[in-house]
């Protein structure tokens, strides 16, 4: 399970309308890289940066069919936490519950096709509660 000790990494790859194409999340933790998958990305592709700003967490856990699954939905929530904030960043704007101030934008690239936003997110300041790997290991061990 993620832990709330690193940064995650975001590229955004939007078309010249500013919709998405596609998105890739990474958070290092543990020595390990944990990606959030590719149900999130399929989900955005073709809506707008005000679309994604409007998106809600429980509505995307039924609709992307995690409601039994713990730690898929801990990824989302990183997921989708990252990916706000690197869009009002990128905007230059405030919403309620997105911190666009963790963002720390790399780069953005304007090609004939596409327009490339690479970002570093820091950690969220609230997460959900969820028992950290070790934790867990020694629980379900005793079980």
Known sequence: MPCSD???GL????DLNEHFVKFDFAKITC???IGGGKKLSEFCVGKSLEEVLDLDFRMLVTV???NDDEESQFILYMELDALKAAVAQYLGVERDGVDPYRCKISSVEHGDEFID???VILPPKEL??????SLKDRIDNKG
């Open 64 to 66: 992307l069919g995690l």
């Open 11 to 14: 590229n955004i790859r939007l």
């Open 117 to 119: 936003i690479a970002l």
């Open 6 to 8: 690193s940064s995650s």
């Open 128 to 133: 959900p509660k969820i028992l950290p790997c």
């Open 31 to 33: 020595s390990s890289e």
